[in-house]
Structures are given as C-alpha cells and as structure tokens.
C-alpha cells in the first residue's frame, strides 16, 4: 500500500511564499495523475478544490485561482511531489491534500496525504 507523507505550510503573511512537498513511499506503480487539492475552512471534504496536477507524463493542470502563483514539480530520483506557492493570499488559507491516482500490477487505486495547513494573514 502506497503511503504518502507531506511537509510543509505553516502561517504566513500575504504576498510570501511557502512550498509543500509529497512523498510517497514506494516506487512500485504506474503514476496516472499525481496532485494538491485544497479544502478551506468550514468546507466538506467533498468540496476538495484542484489546486495543481501533473497527468501521465509531464503534462500540468492548475486551478484558475493559482494559475501564475502556484508551481507543481515532481522529483522523480526522490519519489516526492512539490507545490510551490508564491505571491499568497489570505483566500489561499485552506488544508492542503496530496492525492494520487495510481496503479500496480493489479488494481487501480488513489491515496491521499495527511494534509498540511497553510495560512496566510492578511
């Protein structure tokens, strides 16, 4: 079973910077779509928002209210997943989640992070 650990996020002031970062725990699978995902305070889980996404390959997916601010990496040799995050608002104040879609030898399958709370101070 894939686990992922993430690190990262804390509080900061509006127009500052923080990254986060994803590391998944093993190399045996296939990755579909690796990603963050957001949930602001007073949200469902289920009201996740995409925040950035790298789908089979290099290809790269924002959400419209992080496009320009926020960049997605994966390092490949570290097995782990970064998300970038400059010029921060106080609406960017949320849990952050990384979720991936992969699959082994037998079965597809999609895992989450423990999340990490990013606040930012206006």
């Known amino acids: 079973q894939v686990q992922l650990v993430q690190s990262g996020g804390g509080l900061v002031q509006a127009g500052g910077s923080l990254r986060l970062s994803c590391a998944a725990s093993s190399r045996d699978f296939r990755t579909k779509v690796w990603g963050w995902y957001r949930q602001p305070p007073g949200k469902e889980r289920e009201g996740r928002d995409l925040v950035a996404e790298i789908i089979t390959g290099e290809d790269t997916n924002y959400g419209d209210s992080v496009k320009g601010r926020f960049t997605i990496s994966r390092d490949n040799a570290k097995n782990t997943l970064y998300l970038q995050m400059d010029s921060l608002k106080p609406e960017d104040t949320a849990v952050y989640y990384c979720?991936?879609?992969?699959?082994?030898?037998?079965?597809?399958?999609?895992?989450w992070g423990q999340g990490s709370q990013v606040t930012v101070s206006s």
């Open positions: 979720n991936l879609l992969g699959a082994d030898a037998v079965r597809s399958f999609t895992v």
